[in-house]
């Protein structure tokens, strides 16, 4: 009697295990039950298997919970999923997820930072980026530089105006910190390589001038014709003389037209009124206008005005007269 009890025992027992296994490989086949396309899916840190299959199955996004962690301890993957975002697509199977949360190929985001953006503006695109994590609050600018570790010096034209990409959740400091090390590591590439016959003092005053190179043309095609007039002015002691400098200097107060008024107001950066540098940069410049200044191109030319003609360009001059001509020509339409 025990022996036919325990013999029963058994077929049942095969015929339950015959029916999981089957019922398993048909959950591990079917396909997730997305409501879209694509579901968005953030797996929290510090989340273990058993609740991510608790939370699928509550979703409705798998049948069974259970499945899914002897599926993910069969496989080996259950102790190896990397919190993130990631983004389930419609045909993938319970093993894809398993797959792609082991991965950690979790969902990036972008930002751009402009060449020609100063500080403030970079910032307040920053501060707007939904998928950062921000941190900075109201920082003021020294605070800002303080957590990056540098205190005491000036932000403006730190960072490298780049497309950077990041996953969700990334800190608002932690971008900053790769735009100023990819600042750093691109001004001493191009520093070491520079043509040693330029008069800057060291690598802050490269930047101060491909900041105002920059600025004062949107051709890349110009802008080692600019650098070579702003070095060979520098070098003869005259004063820059350029607009760019006087706006920013300006700060609120310009309206979007300098007067002559404007010129003649004396500010640390008036380029009109005081001769050499501007104290700091006037904003982030990019990788063609560091490369100008550090390789400015050869010439005698001394001044350049806009040819106004929707383009961008400039005309360059020898002399003053010259220029003189080249201004009556091109802005004043004589």
Request: hydrophobic share 40%; aromatic share 8%; net charge positive.
């Amino acid at each position: 009697m025990f022996s036919r009890i325990l013999g029963i025992t058994i077929i049942a027992l095969s015929f339950a295990l015959a029916w999981i296994m089957w019922d398993m490989q048909e959950f591990a086949e079917i396909p997730l039950n997305l409501p879209e396309q694509t579901v968005d899916y953030t797996l929290k840190p510090g989340t273990t298997m058993a609740v991510l299959a608790q939370d699928l199955e509550h979703k409705g996004l798998v049948s069974s919970s259970i499945y899914l962690r002897i599926l993910a301890r069969w496989t080996g993957q259950g102790k190896k999923i990397k919190h993130g975002e990631y983004r389930l697509h419609r045909g993938m199977v319970p093993e894809d997820i398993l797959a792609l949360m082991v991965s950690g190929k979790v969902i990036t985001y972008n930002i751009t930072l402009v060449e020609g953006w100063n500080f403030r503006q970079m910032l307040k695109t920053i501060t707007g980026h939904k998928a950062l994590r921000h941190t900075l609050g109201n920082l003021t600018n020294e605070q800002i530089m303080e957590q990056l570790g540098h205190p005491g010096m000036h932000p403006e034209g730190r960072f490298l105006a780049d497309t950077y990409n990041f996953p969700r959740g990334t800190t608002d400091l932690a971008l900053l910190k790769r735009a100023f090390s990819a600042m750093q590591k691109l001004l001493q590439k191009e520093w070491d390589a520079r043509d040693k016959s330029v008069p800057y003092k060291d690598l802050y005053q490269a930047l101060i001038l491909a900041s105002i190179v920059e600025k004062e043309t949107a051709l890349a095609s110009e802008r080692p014709q600019i650098a070579g007039v702003f070095v060979r002015r520098l070098k003869k002691k005259m004063r820059l003389q350029t607009d760019p400098t006087v706006i920013y200097g300006m700060g609120d107060k310009y309206k979007g037209k300098i007067r002559r008024k404007d010129l003649r107001t004396d500010t640390p950066y008036n380029t009109y009124t005081r001769h050499g540098l501007t104290p700091t940069p006037i904003c982030m410049p990019g990788r063609d206008a560091i490369r100008a200044v550090m390789h400015p191109a050869p010439g005698k030319t001394l001044y350049f005005v806009a040819k106004d003609q929707g383009d961008g360009s400039h005309q360059f001059s020898e002399t003053l007269k010259q220029h003189n001509r080249a201004v009556r020509k091109y802005q004043l339409k004589r």
